[in-house]
T-cell receptor
Framework: DAGVIQSPRHEVTEMGQEVTLRCKPISGHDYLFWYRQTMMRGLELLIYFNNNVPIDDSGMPEDRFSAKMPNASFSTLKIQPSEPRDSAVYFC???????????FGPGTRLTVL | AQSVTQLGSHVSVSEGALVLLRCNYSSSVPPYLFWYVQYPNQGLQLLLKYTSAATLVKGINGFEAEFKKSETSFHLTKPSAHMSDAAEYFCAVSVGFAGGTSYGKLTFGQGTILTVHP
């Protein structure tokens, strides 16, 4: 299995631009999670999906952030417009009830100038 | 609601010495507990997990952890540290099926950076 795949691995953009992060979960996993990691706040859960349906988006910081899961093998996290304080590493993870374990992707390091 | 406290944001040991990373949890339902490791510029990798079976859990790379309900603890240990163990370690708690709609949601501690000296 290829594991959780995220793209891009690094993104540098300017304030005000739209940013789209992508994630492909492990095949057969029906839970997908988006996290943000910063030095100040550690690992924060932003949103998670079950069977492509958002279950809890209480961690999404504001309306500039949106996430979608159009099918079982793809999810996006979009920031529009981006701000320097959005600079962080964004992780995607997937799991299934049969494993009780979340498997993490390598992350996308976002820098907003 | 669940929470995790990792005692000590930095731990430093000599190569060959015992590694002890502390984790205490709070949970309103029987918890599932996890230790993840993160190497620089990489994602999180599962070390071990407790899901209500044996209280002493063995993981990869020689690590183990013991679930102690009376102390609400899940400390991570390794008898002999290796230079390659230098990384950041995260303790996390989630609920199983008893959690209802909260099932699958992980709450992480703040992390402990382990430094290993030659």
């Amino acid at each position: 299995d290829a594991g959780v795949i995220q793209s891009p691995r690094h993104e540098v953009t300017e304030m005000g631009q739209e940013v789209t992060l992508r994630c492909k979960p492990i095949s057969g996993h029906d839970y997908l999670f988006w996290y943000r990691q910063t030095m100040m706040r550690g690992l924060e859960l932003l949103i998670y999906f079950n069977n492509n349906v958002p279950i809890d988006d209480s961690g999404m910081p504001e309306d500039r952030f949106s996430a979608k899961m159009p099918n079982a093998s793809f999810s996006t996290l979009k920031i529009q417009p981006s701000e320097p304080r959005d600079s962080a590493v964004y992780f995607c993870a997937s799991s299934s009830p049969y494993t009780d374990t979340q498997y993490f992707g390598p992350g996308t390091r976002l820098t907003v100038l | 609601a669940q929470s995790v406290t990792q005692l000590g944001s930095h731990v430093s040991v000599s190569e060959g010495a015992l590694v002890l990373l502390r984790c205490n949890y709070s949970s309103s339902v029987p918890p599932y507990l996890f230790w993840y490791v993160q190497y620089p510029n990489q994602g999180l990798q599962l070390l071990l997990k407790y899901t209500s079976a044996a209280t002493l859990v063995k993981g990869i790379n020689g690590f183990e952890a013991e679930f102690k309900k009376s102390e609400t603890s899940f400390h991570l240990t390794k008898p002999s540290a290796h230079m390659s163990d230098a990384a950041e370690y995260f303790c996390a708690v989630s609920v199983g099926f008893a959690g209802g709609t909260s099932y699958g949601k992980l709450t992480f501690g703040q992390g402990t950076i382990l430094t290993v000296h030659p």
